[in-house]
């Protein structure tokens, strides 16, 4: 059985910061791991992703320079920092991890992982 457990999410005001976290439960290794969001309204989307050696990492336009994605092998724990939020931040945030050595579709393709949390809301206001 696997488990990812969200934390963090919360209410802000647009500039401030999150952090949220993922924490891995079970005896599955996780290689990729992933954040997506989904807004009310729209499809599930990609934020980042990184490997499991954290070689490579990877950020949607909308993110980029603004989130890092950081992951602990040894806490089995995933993160995302996240700072100058904005209102358009608001969504509930899903962790993902694939337990392949490779990615169906590409890295940022929700059906190459294999695993979900149930999500943590995130709200920015304006």
């Known amino acids: 059985q696997v488990q990812l457990d969200e934390s963090g999410g919360g209410l802000v005001q647009a500039g401030e910061s999150l952090r949220l976290s993922c924490a891995a439960l079970?005896?599955?290794?996780?290689?990729?791991m992933a954040w997506f969001r989904q807004a009310p309204g729209k499809e599930r989307e990609f934020v980042a992703g990184m490997d499991w050696d954290g070689e490579n990492t990877w950020y949607a336009d909308a993110v980029q320079g603004r989130w890092t994605i950081s992951r602990d092998n040894v806490k089995r724990t995933l993160y995302l920092q996240m700072n100058s939020l904005k209102p358009e931040d608001t969504a509930v945030y899903y962790c993902?991890?694939?337990?392949?050595?490779?990615?169906?579709?590409?890295?940022?393709?929700?059906?190459?992982?294999?695993?979900w949390g149930q999500g943590t809301q995130v709200t920015v206001s304006s």
């Open positions: 993902a991890g694939n337990k392949e050595l490779y990615y169906i579709g590409g890295y940022d393709q929700r059906r190459a992982y294999h695993y």
């Open positions: 079970g005896r599955v290794t996780m290689f990729g």
